[in-house]
Nanobody
């Protein structure tokens, strides 16, 4: 069993900032990829940003230059610093972790989601 606990969502005005955190715990040998996805009402879930164990990052074009993903490998935690937020960033943000555990490789572990609302 793996638990992903997210925090940091909330309501912010356009142009503001938020920082999301996601801590993974449980039967984890090592984590490969940590990522953030989001899903807005009526839309499909989409990748926002990901980071592999070596530090290479990947961003959706819509957030590049505004969002920064980072991770603390010692604490199995991933962060998403979101700056210059726009109303279109409003969504539920989900943490995803791909890891090796007792049952092998697992890429389908998700957090419970945290709401981010950008509105004046």
């Amino acid at each position: 069993q793996v638990q992903l606990v997210e925090s940091g969502g909330g309501l912010v005005q356009p142009g503001g900032s938020l920082r999301l955190s996601c801590a993974a715990s449980g039967s984890i040998f090592s984590i490969n990829v940590m990522g953030w996805y989001r899903q807005a009402p009526g839309k499909q879930r989409e990748l926002v940003a990901s980071i592999i164990s070596g530090g290479r990052t990947n961003y959706a074009g819509s957030v590049k230059g505004r969002f920064t993903i980072s991770r603390d490998n010692a604490k199995n935690t991933v962060f998403l610093q979101m700056n210059s937020l726009k109303p279109e960033d409003t969504a539920v943000y989900y943490c995803n972790v791909a890891f090796w555990g007792p049952s092998g490789y697992n890429a389908d572990s998700w957090g419970q989601g945290t709401q981010v609302t950008v509105s004046s």
